[in-house]
């Protein structure tokens, strides 16, 4: 069974402050993926990249910056986090067209 | 563009009682469908995908799904719900020309003992 594992999986900010949230996946898999859920509005895209080097921007990317510095890691970084960004985030990898594997996903509270 | 809407946000059934999750997509072509189970604070799980051929798919845990064309439709269906089978279930799309996946609000079902 694939593994992707986030850190950390809670994480209380001030508002204003820098917040990276870091994923690790260990099948090999091209594809990586960050999304929020809130209620309401299940998963919503932010950030998805196909290898090593890239990224692009999802449905709701503003806000948030991601980097993919090896097939295996994944970070979302907040450079100055806000309240509205308060919400569970999970990472999640995986192939072309293929099924995803998520990790158990990061509670980020902003004060 | 690609969408995904799951019309009831939360659903409510007795045990034993049979099961429908409505799920409608809005995409261009015939798109790559999935099905995903969300169990309390844990990560997302495939129960079933649809690419193509047989419109009926089956899944894990007697889940199976529906695909129409014609309705643009994905619907998940259970003969006999068991009280363990209370989660939110997300509805997902994919393009089948690259990577983005794009999920519905999810619907949230209560199995009553």
């Known amino acids: 069974e694939a593994a992707v594992t986030q850190s950390p999986r809670n994480k209380v900010a001030v508002t204003g402050g820098k917040v990276t949230l870091s994923c690790n996946q260990t099948?090999?898999?091209?594809?990586m993926y960050w999304y929020r859920q809130d209620t309401g509005h299940g998963l919503r895209l932010i950030h998805y990249?196909?290898?090593?080097?890239?990224?692009e921007k999802g449905d709701i990317p503003d806000g948030y910056k991601a980097s993919r510095p090896s097939q295996e890691n994944f970070s979302l970084i907040l450079e100055l986090a806000t309240p509205s960004q308060t919400s569970v985030y999970f990472c999640?990898?995986?192939?072309?067209?293929?099924?995803?594997?998520f990790g158990h996903g990061t509670k980020l509270s902003v004060l | 563009a690609q969408s995904v809407t799951q019309p009831d946000a939360r659903v409510t059934v007795s045990e034993g009682a049979s099961l429908q999750l409505r799920c409608k997509y809005s995409?261009?072509?015939?798109?790559?469908l999935f099905w995903y189970v969300q169990y309390p604070r844990q990560g997302l799980q495939l129960l079933l995908k649809y690419y193509s051929g047989d419109p009926v798919v089956q899944g894990v845990n007697s889940f199976e799904a529906e695909f129409s064309k014609s309705n643009s439709s994905f619907h998940l269906q259970k003969a006999s719900v068991h009280w363990s089978d209370s989660a939110v279930y997300f509805c997902?799309?994919?393009?089948?020309?690259?990577?983005?996946?794009?999920f519905g609000g999810g619907t949230r079902l209560t199995v009553r003992p």
């Open positions: 099948n090999n898999h091209n594809n």
């Open positions: 999640a990898s995986g192939g072309d067209g293929e099924r995803l594997f």
């Open positions: 997902a799309l994919n393009n089948n020309a690259g990577a983005k996946l794009t």
């Open positions: 995409y261009s072509a015939t798109p790559y």
């Open positions: 990249s196909y290898g090593a080097g890239s990224t």
